[in-house]
């Protein structure tokens, strides 16, 4: 059977088992992946722009990765922390403590398997330790698809389509996501925002939920699903104030944002803000599903013992990897790396504007690079033309998902060269080109 037959025969049986509502954003079966490339079954080599969505910080198949892995399977793979102690899951949480901005790196955490699953963790703990009801999330966000989690998911109403009644308790205010204003406002931008988001939760304090039944605000310190989108300075400082006065617990959703992809740790370093609680996912695991709740210490010490826990959660082997892929990401300094290239790859699509006025906005902070694409009017473009984008990019060598409406999200691993980095780009203006001229 030539190659070729082998990826076809994985997409025809995939087909057959899967739900299609496992959306797939390109055509490849891929076999294997290293550092900043995947392999399909042909041997043909793709950029992977979006790192397993935001994940394989260090690149796919890490060597000293995989032997962390395997030395772990070969001592213990599962036991349970209900059950008892182990090694890897404390240093995890010391590790990711001693990350953290002060005061949360004096505090406690728990480990679990997803980044859908902290999130949901945080909510039960700012509910159980506040008394407090409600939680305050934003339009845009993406927290996951569990029905916790989805209940604060405000992406895309496809999401919740047909799921509704969520959770009771959450109310959704407009995040500033200023190249396209939620309150109508044209030409604006970060550095010029119309600052109505404010009057919009003062109002929603006012008349609609009581500040003190006011359990947490949740919030991603840079829109991820939603677009990749930067708020303006004054966004999270201002949510941080507002908790303080209405006794609210500020939970940052740093599932994509955090580990060193934005160029820092964690997102809301970018403004020193320190949240209550943060929810951790996607590239802790370094390539393993875990996730992680962090929050102050007596938060976590109100918590009373069995009210939340994981069969899987903080599974030694992916405690391995994640410790192993952060040794690495500290070694070789890639938050710098994610902080420089990143910087790159943001002048060179602006750089692109010009003359590829499909281009309609290029932002982000480090490696989370969000290119708007738009139609000659300066509108979106439909979100099946983006995915068509998408899916001719795969097919030309580089491989990356939508966010937003109308973005191409940019996710690489932090490890990825300039050079590498730059190849891609070639890649991606000349589709981005021929699909301009049609
Ligand atoms: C900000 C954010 N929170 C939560 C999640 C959910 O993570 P998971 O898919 O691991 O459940 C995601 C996933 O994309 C995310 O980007």
Redesign the pocket.
């Known amino acids: 059977m030539s190659s070729a037959q082998v990826s076809a025969q994985w997409i025809e049986r995939d087909k057959k088992v899967v739900s299609p509502a496992i959306y797939r954003y390109t055509d490849i079966a891929f076999e294997r992946g290293e550092g900043v490339y995947l392999y399909d079954f042909e041997g043909n080599r793709y950029y992977d722009f979006v790192a397993g969505?935001?994940t394989m910080s260090v690149g796919h198949n890490h060597p000293r990765v995989v032997a962390a892995i395997t030395e772990q399977a070969g001592k213990l793979l599962h036991a349970a922390a209900h059950v008892g102690y182990m090694g890897p899951y404390v240093e995890m949480l010391e590790k990711l403590l001693s990350l953290m901005p002060v005061p949360l790196d004096q505090g406690k955490g728990i480990l679990l398997n997803?980044?859908?699953?902290?999130?949901e963790t945080a909510i039960k703990l700012a509910r159980a330790v506040s008394g407090r009801s409600m939680i305050l999330a934003f339009m845009d966000s993406?927290?996951?698809?569990?029905m916790g989690?989805l209940s604060l998911t405000a992406s895309s109403s496809g999401y919740r389509r047909h799921l509704t009644p969520l959770l009771n308790g959450v109310e959704h205010v407009p995040y500033p996501t200023c190249y396209r204003c939620p309150f109508g406002h044209k030409n604006h931008s970060r550095d010029n925002c119309c600052g109505h988001w404010r009057n919009f939760i003062q109002m929603t304090l006012d008349k609609l939920l009581h500040p003190d039944d006011l359990a947490a605000i949740i919030v991603?310190p840079i829109l991820?699903?939603g677009g990749y989108v930067v708020p303006p300075d004054d966004f999270l400082p201002s949510l941080r104030e507002i908790c303080d006065q209405t006794g609210a617990l500020l939970i940052a959703?740093e599932?994509?944002?955090g580990l060193g992809r934005t160029g820092k740790w964690f997102g809301v370093q970018h403004w020193n803000v320190t949240p209550d609680i943060m929810?951790l996912?996607?590239a802790i695991g370094g390539g393993l599903p875990l996730?992680a709740t962090l929050a102050r210490a007596e938060l976590m010490d109100a918590w009373w013992p069995a009210a939340h826990g994981s069969t899987f959660g903080g599974n030694p082997l992916a405690c391995r990897a994640g410790l192993e892929s952060i040794a690495i990401i500290e070694e070789e300094d890639l938050v710098a790396n994610a902080a420089r290239v990143g910087d790159h790859l943001q002048a060179r699509f602006k750089a692109a504007q010009k003359d590829l006025p499909i281009i309609g906005d290029v932002r982000g902070k480090g490696l989370m690079v969000g290119v708007e694409l738009v139609n000659r009017a300066g509108e979106p473009l439909a979100t099946s033309q983006v995915k068509q984008i998408v899916k001719e990019l795969g097919a030309a060598g580089v491989v990356m998902t939508k966010c937003g409406q109308s973005a191409l999200r940019i996710a690489p691993a932090l490890s990825i060269t300039e050079e590498a980095a730059d190849e891609a780009v070639q890649i991606i203006l000349k589709v981005l080109a021929d699909f301009e001229t049609g």
Not at 114 to 119: C, K, L, M, N
Not at 142 to 146: A, E, V
């Open positions: 969505i935001a997803s980044g859908g699953e902290a999130v993406f927290h996951g698809r569990p989690a991603e991820g699903e959703d599932v994509q944002t929810a996912g996607k996730g």
